[in-house]
């Protein structure tokens, strides 16, 4: 569904030419996929050696799908370590990026394969309990039937649903909600690794990453690493939203040039004005952005980020619109729990306002900027930093832009101002 214009569209999957698809489906199907049809696809294979299959993860080069893109070696070792058989694994599919759909695919259209994942990751930290942490009905439904037929062993896996909200699939709030409190982060340390669900050593991992742990044990790391860069090896969901067209997931290899996802998804790159890159995380880009390709480093290069894959394209959307957009959201879903966040998203948000409408000047741009760098670090999550990331590529890549609205001269706002509670927000309508 746009956010937009409010029409429900059916979300559209497709495995990119020439790969063989490893999460996606070769075929799309609105049902969920069986535990036979899985089975048949080499699903559910025995974890003979625990150890072996945490080497071959550390040689794939496996990097965390929720956004840091931290080494999920490091994490499983580090929990298992701190553990000592009493660890906890925490599959996170609360997808608090609205201009994200993955893990919710991956939940509704894919159950096993997430369960499978849940599974393996825990017989590496040693753990007897797991938790799949959603807050869509559709996705727990789903995990539930997979549950009960579902050959997981010796692990219990249980489901915690809670609201959606930008701030619930913060680990720290991911690791509250389970404990049975508010699903808002907490200060950091301890951190999960450390104490977790019901004080123990957790592990804390995104669905789309553990879902990657079936295809390793199958195919080992160098297979795993066929696709993909030296730095980002493997494949990625990407959500493509944006330019007048139907939203979209794409499974392809990181290192794909921009120019190749925005052609297969029928965006024009003459109009292209930039992108929201990675969800809301990463801020936005200019036209620079053609010139990258869908990998860590490269986006790296550019002050951005691949965060969770998601690409909203802007080329009819003012920048400045686009922007005062986030920010508002921002401001509303903060947790109003620390003052620097709730009084800084608040801050940039009414500048970004005021700058849309015409009535800021360079004194607030001043402070704007100002803003974006002292306010980066502070508060329990980093919904501050993706805040001044925002409002700090804004004033990087669209000065013209900025310049026009301080001149009450956007041609684009006067016809039609961009305006969303969710930019770019997407669901998938089965």
């Not at 996705?139 to 039937?145: C, D, H, K, W």
């Not at 389970?178 to 104490?195: L, Q, S, W, Y």
């Not at 998804?265 to 053609?290: I, K, P």
């Not at 670090?377 to 501050?384: D, I, N, P, Q």
């Amino acid at each position: 569904m746009s956010a937009e214009n409010g029409v429900a569209t059916r979300l559209a999957s497709s495995v990119w030419p020439g790969l063989t698809p490893r999460l996606l489906l070769a075929a799309e199907t609105d049902s969920p996929e069986t535990l036979s049809a899985y089975t048949t696809r080499g699903g559910y294979q025995e974890l003979a050696d625990p150890g072996a299959l945490l080497d071959s993860v550390d040689r794939s080069g496996l990097l965390g799908r929720g956004g840091a893109a931290f080494p999920l070696a490091v994490k499983l070792r580090t929990v298992r370590d701190a553990g000592q058989g009493r660890a906890v694994v925490l599959a996170n599919g609360e997808e608090g990026e609205p201009a994200s759909i993955k893990d919710r695919w991956l939940l509704r259209h894919r159950p096993h394969l997430v369960l499978d994942g849940v599974r393996l990751a825990a017989g590496l930290v040693e753990a007897s309990r797991a938790f799949v942490y959603v807050s869509d009905d559709e996705s727990a439904a789903a995990i539930r039937t997979a549950l009960a037929e579902a050959p997981l062993g010796d692990v219990t896996v249980s489901v915690v649903t809670v609201d959606p909200g930008y701030v619930a699939g913060e680990e720290t709030a991911a690791v509250r909600a389970v404990n049975g409190g508010p699903a808002k982060p907490t200060d950091k340390p301890p951190r999960p690794f450390e104490e977790g669900v019901g004080g123990q050593p957790t592990l804390v991992s995104n669905v789309e990453t553990l879902a990657n742990l079936p295809f390793i044990l199958r195919h080992g790391s160098d297979v795993y690493r066929g696709a993909g860069t030296s730095a980002s090896p493997g494949t990625f969901l990407a959500t493509v939203t944006g330019a007048g067209r139907p939203a979209a997931l794409y499974e392809l290899a990181h290192g794909v040039p921009m120019t190749e996802l925005l052609a297969a998804h029928g965006v024009d790159t003459a109009e292209v004005r930039g992108v929201l890159m990675g969800g809301y995380f990463a801020g936005l880009l200019n036209r620079e952005v053609l010139d990258v390709t869908l990998d860590h480093e490269s986006l790296r290069r550019l002050g951005s980020g691949l965060g969770c894959g998601a690409v909203s394209v802007l080329t009819s959307e003012c920048p400045v619109a686009v922007a005062a957009s986030v920010l508002a959201y921002f401001d509303r879903e903060n947790a109003g729990q620390c003052g620097s966040c709730f009084n800084g998203t608040a801050a940039m948000s009414a500048v970004t306002e005021a700058l849309l409408r015409g009535t800021a000047t360079q004194d607030d741009l001043t402070r704007l900027e100002r803003w974006s760098v002292v306010l980066r670090g502070r508060g329990a999550c980093a919904t501050l930093d993706a805040a001044t990331n925002v409002a700090a590529s804004l004033l990087r890549a669209f000065p013209a832009d900025i310049a026009r609205h301080l001149a009450g001269d956007c041609e684009t706002c006067r016809t039609e101002t961009y305006s969303a509670l969710r930019p770019y927000e997407v669901e998938a309508v089965s």
